[in-house]
């Protein structure tokens, strides 16, 4: 970089090999790659969309039709583009469903950006405009909304399943709809909020997809730790421990002489009624099942077998909040301090088979405030769908269930604001008007690309979706299979508010963000994307793999 002023001396302000570009070539740049990232997405919108199948660089497979773990697993380099990851991943982390619809609207508002900003029309002016037009989207939405009662079990389940609908549940899924409706009402807590990390989703290869369980209690992928302990133990008194069963090791190193035979003897036998101390303290307190966070020692496991107790070691930290939930047990950390009052109880603890693993159930609770589905399938990929199909129908339900709104799907929300947007851009006046009718045709773009998706012609669907609306069906959506314009709520085709107006939102601001962008300065040593040291991305292949915590 030089400046003439001084005397013909160049200047140099950024490093060597640094990349500048600046007005209008750095938005074009940033709107491609945020194109190119929501046509990677599009053609798996809507019940008929396709799958996606991802390749990583040590040739791991994953098949997929969600937006949010295409893009994870997409090794995305381009600063823009990451910026549309991030829409998938915010809109998946709070209503859990919705995510190719936010990256596909987020790019379509850009496309239409672009040629506003083709007709000089300043950033600001757009972003004003398009801000402007989401807050009123969200006033429209309102009026769409539906109220439903979450004693509505039919309705639940129509949502759980149009949040699977394709997504490789296939014809199982109202079954699997009910699983989800029946595991979300489960862990309603006293206040109406649904935390969704209390229901476990176990995946077990063989068998078939409706061979997928709910169990009221807890399923651990542990089998008992010695072959003697009872397969079964009915009435269960459950211990949960977050302390080793085994001698502690000194901290400093301590040196121990032993002289004769007979001392070795009786340190070995101190050892031993220290264990034995341990399993009589557990036994003391009536529990005849223990679930511990940390490891047993193996003359420890001897001593529980012999007292008959169920012992499962190493169970995760949150499988051990899990069980507490559902046993209504207190998880200790010193097993001196454990009392009768801390255990939990269940109906039946034991041991069963699925597929060719072991694993542990824990059923017949009280009142469970987590459960547990076992879902199976032919192949691994098939598992792997399923769970996060699950994942989204459990969410969703998780979402009206605190809500308690809903609005309609197939495009029917989409069409209305685009036509209210319009009549609300006329009042506006002003270069702004354009910036919203901008936005109101961005919003047809779902309904577009759900016909398209379908094999049907988009011109068409949309005109007809439109004629509905005018004459005031504002639940009038695509039917997929007919391609006619059909009343999504007795269709039974919904879906919560919160995951259109959380759509609208994410989409708008990330647009608005890369439309504000005129300048990007990337220094040399990064390689790629400007990190030190050639750490512009993750190593391929490990964009967050599958998302499954």
Known sequence: MAAGQFGGAQVVILKEGSQRTAGREAQRSNIMAAKAVAGAVRTTLGPKGMDKMLVDTLGDVVITNDGVTILKEMDIEHPAAKMMVEIAKTQDAEVGDGTTTAVVLAGELLKQAEALLDQEIHPTVIAAGYRAAADKSLEILKTIAVDVSVKDTEFLTKIAITAMTGKGSGTARGELANLAVEAVKAVVDEDGSVDTDNITVEKKVGGGITDSELVH????????????????????????????????????????????????QAFLDQEETMLKGMVDDIMATGANVVFCQKGIDDLAQHFLAKAGIYTVRRVKKSDMEKLGRATGGRVVTSIHDLTKNDLGKAGIVEERKIGDEKMTFVVECENPKSVSIILRGGTEHVVDELSRAMEDALRVVGVVVEDKQIVPGGGAPEVELALRLREYAATVGGREQLAIEAFADSME??????????????????????????????????????????????????????????????????????????????????GSGGMPGGMGGMPPGMGGMGGEE
Not at 238 to 254: P, S
Not at 495 to 509: C, F, G, H, M
Not at 518 to 525: E, L, M, P, Q
Request: proline content about 5%; cysteine-free; aromatic content about 0%.
């Open 445 to 526: 773009v779902i309904p577009k690309t759900l016909a398209e998706n379908a094999g049907l012609d988009q011109i068409d669907s949309l005109v007809s979706l439109r004629s509905q609306h005018e004459k005031g069906i504002k639940s009038a959506g695509l039917d997929m299979d007919t391609g006619e314009p059909v009343d999504m709520l007795k269709l039974g085709v919904v879906e919560p508010l919160r995951v259109k107006t959380q759509a609208i939102n994410s989409a708008t601001e990330a647009a608005v963000m890369i439309l504000r962008i005129d300048d990007v300065i990337a220094s040399k040593s990064g």
């Open 217 to 264: 209690g807890m399923v651990i992928d542990k089998d008992r730790l010695h072959p003697n302990m009872p397969k079964k133990v009915t009435g269960a008194k459950i211990a949960l421990l977050n302390a080793a069963i085994e001698i502690e090791k000194t901290e400093v190193d301590a040196k121990i002489e032993i002289t004769s035979p007979d001392q070795l």
